[in-house]
């Protein structure tokens, strides 16, 4: 089976992953290219293990928490090199990189069971839509966050009354990710009728998904009406992140979420 290949994938990327956060920090001639180009090379390894175990399952990996961290991998590290593209953060990239890296470190050490079937309300068109964009949202909101956090250091730490930069980053990430959020969430509601005959339950992990979605429209209006206000924009922010992971895998730790719909396996 494919996954008895994963470390040797993982290892490959992880490896040419950390070279390009290493060498776009070095100063070496055109090293932001060849980071570029070592990163970006790491993303289409570890996207073709990806393909190969979709082949193989003969289904979207995308059933289990180990599976949806495959997809949260690769879609960090090509969210870093895109943006060191486009802003050329070397901070940036190489927190994606090194999450990207973390997640592929927690499904070798926390092996899981997969096999080829799908329970029958995951048989839906709308399955893989709803998913890869969800994951896709939740790389984006998380690199976010990362300027939230960032951003609160350079005002606290570092006493910046000027962190503009930064918040026009946050920006331009969040309005992608609650774009892709908002679709991830309707297609979700057309599933859910198809699957159950409900577009909307409150399910608890339907419910956690509509506070995730209220905290990054609240952080979108505040920074629209109060362009400066800084502090509260990130604090607001890291807290919508908060949400974010309650609403990922957090709700599976909870009671309420025993008799839940969406709790397929862990």
């Keep these: 089976m494919a996954w008895i290949n994963f470390p040797l994938y993982a290892i490959v990327s992880g490896i040419l992953w950390i070279l390009g956060a290493t060498v776009s920090w070095t100063r070496l001639k055109r090293s932001n290219i060849l980071a570029?180009?070592?990163?970006?090379?790491?993303?289409?390894?570890?996207?073709?293990?990806?393909?190969?175990?979709?082949?193989?399952?003969?289904?979207?990996?995308?059933?289990?928490?180990?599976?949806?961290?495959?997809?949260?991998?690769?879609?960090?590290?090509?969210?870093?090199?895109?943006?060191?593209?486009?802003?050329?953060?070397?901070?940036?990239?190489?927190?994606?990189?090194?999450?990207?890296?973390?997640?592929?470190?927690?499904?070798?050490l926390n092996p899981e069971t997969y096999n080829k079937t799908l329970m029958p309300a995951l048989q839906s068109v709308w399955f893989v839509p709803h998913v890869i964009v969800y994951i896709f949202s939740y790389a984006l909101l998380a690199a976010s966050s990362l300027v939230a956090v960032f951003g609160l250091y350079n005002i606290y730490i570092k006493k910046k009354n000027d962190v503009t930069g930064l918040k026009d980053l946050a920006d331009n990430?969040?309005?992608?990710?609650?774009?892709?959020?908002?679709?991830?969430?309707?297609?979700?509601?057309?599933?859910?009728?198809?699957?159950?005959?409900h577009y909307w339950t409150w399910d608890p992990k339907e419910t956690w998904a509509f506070i995730t979605w209220m905290g990054y429209?609240?952080?979108?209006?505040?920074?629209?009406?109060?362009?400066?206000s800084y502090k509260t924009a990130f604090w607001v922010l890291s807290l919508a992140f908060v949400f974010l992971l309650i609403c990922w895998f957090g709700i599976n730790y909870m009671p309420s979420a025993a008799n839940s719909v969406h709790t397929y396996s862990s």
């Design 173 to 197: 990430i969040v309005y992608i990710g609650f774009a892709f959020l908002t679709f991830g969430l309707l297609f979700g509601a057309l599933w859910a009728k198809e699957a159950w005959g």
């Design 36 to 108: 570029i180009i070592l990163s970006t090379i790491g993303t289409i390894v570890f996207g073709v293990f990806i393909t190969k175990l979709w082949l193989v399952l003969e289904r979207p990996p995308m059933r289990t928490l180990g599976e949806t961290r495959l997809w949260y991998s690769m879609f960090l590290a090509a969210i870093g090199v895109v943006t060191f593209i486009r802003w050329q953060y070397k901070w940036f990239l190489t927190y994606s990189l090194l999450m990207a890296i973390l997640f592929i470190v927690i499904n070798i």
């Design 217 to 228: 429209l609240v952080y979108i209006h505040l920074s629209y009406k109060h362009t400066k």
